[in-house]
């Protein structure tokens, strides 16, 4: 199984808008709606963001928006603030035959 | 509150087995629809899925990882377990167990294990 398809980075200027995408197969992401993304900020453990695609856990800002068309998924993120630069990674469930759960390759986000 | 919390060895040498121990609070791992995943990262690198024991004691792991890994649970003690053989400085990580309701709400801390000579 390999690892889902993430841009290696991506930047843009406070108040503005980003979208991070991850490219799965069929197989993970194309058939099931159990994508969830992670934050991470360096030296610290991951922090869950969006779960089942588009749903924010309690506590996660509404800025943060996930959706998915087909073998992708999206993780929106608008009025960019300073805080939100760190690694994203989007997770799928990928079936119980081989690998269980993929994850992405990261994407480092900068805020300008 | 639901924590989880990583521990074991800071090092290891190659050939060596790795043992884990992952001891959870504020949930039961007898619960159904909960269960624990174990996730690496090497340095610098990007997150990977290792293993999962689901409430029923049924178990899964990474396909290229399957043959050196083993997990196991003891709901008793709160505390989930895995080994890994015959380490490699490839297999350098930061270790984390999470909680997986299908997809991991809460991590621990995470632990580096660093395999060398």
């Known amino acids: 199984q390999s690892a889902l398809t993430q841009p290696a980075s991506v930047s843009g200027s406070p108040g503005q808008s980003i979208t991070i995408s991850c490219t799965g197969t069929?197989?993970?992401?194309?058939?099931?709606?159990?994508v969830s993304w992670y934050q991470q900020h360096p030296g610290k453990a991951p922090k869950l963001m969006i779960y089942?695609?588009?749903k924010r856990p309690s506590g996660v800002s509404n800025r943060f928006s996930g959706s998915k068309s087909g073998n992708t998924a999206s993780l929106t993120i608008s009025g960019l603030q300073a805080e939100d630069e760190a690694d994203y990674y989007c997770?799928?469930?990928?079936?119980?035959?081989?690998?269980?759960?993929?994850f992405g390759g990261g994407t480092k986000l900068t805020v300008l | 509150q639901v924590t989880l919390k990583e521990s074991g060895p800071v090092l290891v040498k190659p050939t060596e087995t790795l043992t884990l121990t992952c001891t959870v609070s504020?949930?039961?791992?007898?619960?159904?629809?909960?269960?624990v995943s174990w996730i690496r990262q090497p340095p610098g690198k990007a997150l990977e899925w290792l293993a999962h024991?689901?409430?029923?004691?049924?178990?899964s792991y990474s396909t290229s990882l399957k043959s050196r890994l083993t997990i196991s649970k003891d709901t008793s003690k709160s505390q989930v377990v895995l080994t890994m053989t015959n380490m490699d400085p490839v297999d350098t990580a930061t270790y984390y167990c999470?909680?997986?309701?299908?997809?991991?709400?809460?991590w621990g801390q995470g632990t580096m294990v660093t395999v060398s000579s």
């Open positions: 999470a909680r997986n309701v299908r997809y991991f709400d809460i």
């Open positions: 504020g949930f039961s791992l007898s619960n159904a629809r909960m269960g």
């Open positions: 024991i689901f409430s029923n004691d049924e178990k």
């Open positions: 069929s197989s993970d992401v194309g058939s099931y709606n159990l």
């Open positions: 089942e695609v588009s």
């Open positions: 997770c799928s469930y990928a079936g119980s035959s081989t690998l269980n759960w993929v």
